[in-house]
RNA sequence: GGUCCCGUGGUGAAGUCUGGAGUUCACGCCGGCCUGUCAAGCCGGAGGUCGCGGGUUCAAGUCCCGUCGGGACCGCCA
């Protein structure tokens, strides 16, 4: 039907008679015998000159058929690549006509209501900024097979209706016909099947798997999302690392047009110690400064004596927060905000020409004082934020802090890939058995280093498990997984998990190890995290074609939806009334 | 389960604090004019359950309570 698409004409095609498809972006008229027509597909627009009285009018789906010809002196227009040509002497064929769109299909539709633009995501879809999206993260997900294509990784596609199993997120059930009462649930993740493949002898897996998750919904997160998963056998972690190193730079590559650096690496402490965070966001500094040992001896109550001390100091020069307009009411506001993240108490000093000012100043010696200019480098018109707590709490509300105070848009800066290493392998303790809960998962390796540690101080334990962080977003996880059944055990042990427990609750999947397990290791990351940073949206659904709600509805199919009676007869189910 | 923000012709906003006739602006839509525009221009017009329900009041878009929908976040996401 076309013999080019509504981006492609240039001057070098002038003379040529052409076809275009698309829709009618915008029509101007200057009377019956003369209309410029956009006309838009997706890859861009050509200005058509119609010299006949035809009626198109927005979205109209047309065929038109013309010369191309340069436009007249004066008329070019630079923002388009089209721009010098036209197409004149047009005849144009409506095949289908439109009702006028509830929104404008442009960029103005940025402002329009999210629940609109979902309700109709079939007009939205059809805007260049969604398209670009779309396109992007095909691109992304073509690199990322290439990649592990390439470096002999094999896909495997794991089963969607799988057992519930007890750990982890909440899991979407799917009732069974022929066993009433019965019920699938939808994969977490393909975890079980991936590692059951290295058991298999595959060696190197991956999949472009689709992960569920009952959980409630985030800017950052849906029910359902996109995981490249991977496994290897015979690995330890530098191997898993540079694998999907090699796979995120290819997809970053091909989404942007610049091959990232290497990943750096730092550890899980390291993280905290200067970032505050375990997902650090590189791409501005305001690290935490140590300020412990400065208050040793100080007379400040509210320091004295406290575990860990840190700063941070918010530069007069920040594009995010502009410190010179802070007054008692937003410093007020900070401590309050200090606070609710777990601290005590949030000492705050502004640095002026003159010294400091700070309702704590009159506390502090001079040489604390000094010191702590000293340290976090803080100059006339900063302002320094100081927590005085346990470390985890310093770290943690120091962390906060500055990524309030600090972190750029999604859009801004260069893209700062690192990974996260050594992480805890228990962390915090469980309500209800008062035993330490697994950091990562139950399967993950602990530290060589630490595995002494694992009974008598087992929150020093490291893991072999790590993190990739992307400016501030946490892209994915894996680990080396434990294959050998004492360290399963011990670990178990720690855990409070009976070999009973473990055989009633994990054995379907433990039992095949003891065929033969090879020791292995694996990682998996958000395919939707990793295009949605890499296309500068704040929000994964600006890069999902038809993504839910928070609230986890869908406007344009209005699902979920209750069920026909009779179906719920063939599945023996019955719905309660709702509880009032 | 919780905190906060938003809901006004098809779209985006102002009006809500401080109650007084559905008032205003921009875009879109319909009609007319218009031969070089490009988010064309000019003229005219249509289009509303101010999310919904209840309350206070002589009077509610505006105040109060509830509820629904959307969003950000906490909890949750091994």
Redesign the pocket.
């Known amino acids: 039907m076309r013999t080019h698409t509504c981006g492609a004409l240039r001057l070098s095609d002038i003379g040529q008679t052409v076809s275009l498809c698309g829709w009618v972006a915008?029509?101007?008229?200057?009377?019956?015998?003369?209309a410029?027509v956009?006309l838009r597909d997706h890859t861009g627009i050509t200005?058509c000159?119609v010299?006949n009285d035809v009626d198109v009018?927005?979205e109209y789906v047309v065929r038109i058929t013309g010369v191309v010809r340069a436009?007249?002196e004066?008329?070019?227009?630079s923002?388009?690549p089209t721009?010098e040509v036209?197409l004149?002497e047009c005849v144009v064929e409506v095949l289908r006509k439109a009702d006028?769109?509830?929104?404008?299909i442009?960029?103005?539709?940025d402002?329009?209501?999210?629940?609109?633009r979902?309700q109709h995501r079939y007009l939205d879809l059809r805007r260049e900024r969604m398209q670009r999206n779309l396109r992007l993260r095909a691109r992304v997900n073509s690199a990322v097979r290439a990649a592990m294509e390439e470096q002999g990784f094999v896909e495997v596609e794991t089963p969607m209706l799988v057992p519930s199993?007890p750990?982890?997120?909440?899991e979407f059930l799917v009732p069974s016909r022929k066993e009433p009462g019965a019920f699938y649930a939808l994969p977490?993740?393909p975890?079980?099947f991936k590692q059951l493949l290295m058991v298999a002898g595959v060696d190197r897996y991956y999949q472009m798997a689709r992960c569920l998750?009952d959980?409630?919904?985030?800017?950052?997160?849906q029910y359902e999302f996109m995981q490249m998963d991977m496994e290897m056998s015979f690995v330890n972690q530098d191997d898993v690392l540079a694998a999907v190193s090699h796979s995120v730079l290819a997809a970053a590559e091909a989404a942007t047009g610049v091959r990232p650096p290497d990943i750096e690496r730092i550890t899980w402490r390291e993280a905290m110690e200067r970032f505050g965070v375990d997902k650090p966001d590189l791409r501005f500094g305001m690290e935490l400064v140590e300020l412990t040992d400065v208050f040793a001896s100080t007379e400040f109550k509210a320091f004295a004596g406290a575990a860990s001390i840190k700063a941070i100091c918010v530069p007069a020069q920040n594009t995010v927060v502009d410190i010179s307009s802070f007054g008692r009411n937003q410093l007020d506001r900070l401590t309050d905000r200090a606070k609710k993240i777990g601290a005590k108490g949030l000492v705050w000093l502004k640095v002026t020409e003159d010294g400091i000012e700070s309702p704590v100043a009159k506390f502090l010696s001079e040489s604390e004082t000094a010191e702590i200019l000293v340290r976090t480098g803080a100059q006339a018109g900063d302002l320094v934020l100081i927590v005085a707590d346990s470390w985890m709490t310093t770290c943690e509300v120091l962390g906060q802090l500055r990524n309030d105070m600090g972190r750029p848009p999604v859009h801004e800066g260069p893209y700062r890939y690192v990974w996260v290493v050594e992480f805890p392998l228990f962390?915090g303790v469980s309500a209800e058995t008062g035993q330490p809960?697994?950091?990562?998962?139950?399967f993950t390796t602990p530290h060589p280093e630490d595995i002494d540690l694992m009974e008598t101080d087992p929150m020093a334990v490291r893991s072999i498990a790590y993190d990739l962080v992307l400016n501030g977003w946490e892209l994915g996880s894996g680990s080396i997984r434990i294959h050998e059944p004492d360290l399963q055990r011990r670990v178990f042990s720690v855990l409070g998990i009976s070999d009973e427990d473990a055989a009633k609750k994990f054995g379907f999947f433990l039992n095949p190890f003891n065929y033969g397990a090879p020791p292995h290791g694996g990682f998996a990351f958000g395919l939707d995290r990793l295009v949605a940073v890499l296309a500068g949206e704040?929000?994964i659904?600006e890069v999902i074609a038809f993504p839910?709600?928070?609230?986890g509805?869908d406007?344009m199919t209005n699902a979920p939806v209750a069920a026909d009676p009779r179906q719920l007869a063939e599945l023996g189910l019955r719905v309660l009334p709702a509880a009032t």
């Open positions: 915008r029509r101007r008229e200057h009377g019956e015998k003369l410029f956009d200005q000159v010299d009018r927005s436009r007249p004066g008329t070019v227009n923002a388009l721009g036209e004149g006028p769109p509830p929104f404008p442009d960029a103005r539709a402002e329009v209501d999210e629940g609109i979902l199993t750990e982890g997120a909440r977490q993740s975890q079980l998750r959980e409630d919904l985030r800017a950052d997160r962390v809960k697994p950091g990562h998962h139950p704040e929000n659904r839910k709600t928070q609230s509805t406007p």
